[in-house]
């Protein structure tokens, strides 16, 4: 299978973990030794701002929710648009950020971003095998999918768009509903 860098994953209306459900991933790295995600339509309830106090050495303003990237734990992550402040481009101006001092210069920034704790991860051949079962189905990602301000009804909208053309025959579906959750 091709790399999916850089692409969103939308889980299955059948996908029922509860780590998944309707979920939106936006895939940071797809190789021969796994892939790495980020959830980007799941806001927890705290900001930017409160976690910058217990993390950060400069305090911070920013109201921006954290995001739960994922059930797996690992380093704060973020995707953002300043270029100057990129590990890596995932997408047309969407960059990837990890490094502590990259995270400190974002988080004071007006720029649009979104910081994550915890990421989504795949085994080798473990999400390929995923998708070839129906679990996630992978289209382009865009910027302002990325940044909606919208999340609750984010993989809802990107479904519909995804499935809007394909002939049902192709999913093995004999009928889709307009509305995806309705599965």
Known sequence: MESLEGQLLLASPQLLDPNFVRTV?????????????LVINRPTGKTVQ?????????PCESQQPIHLGGPVSGPLM???????????ELAAGVFF?????????????DERFKLFIGHAGWGPGQLEAEIEQGAWRAIPA????????D????WQRL???AVAGVLPEMLGIKHIPT???LN
Do not use: T, Y
Request: aromatic residues 4%; negative net charge; proline residues 2%.
């Open 78 to 88: 973020a995707i953002h648009i300043a270029d100057s402040l990129a590990e890596m």
């Open 97 to 109: 950020a990890a490094k502590k001092q990259n995270l400190d210069e974002l988080v004071r920034h």
């Open 159 to 161: 479904m519909q768009r």
């Open 142 to 149: 865009k910027l302002e999918d990325i940044f909606d301000a």
């Open 25 to 37: 991933v936006l895939l940071v790295e797809h190789n021969d030794m796994g892939a790495l995600g």
């Open 50 to 58: 409160e976690l910058w106090k217990q993390v950060g050495e400069l």
């Open 151 to 154: 999340a609750d009804d984010l």
């Open 179 to 181: 509305d995806p959750s």
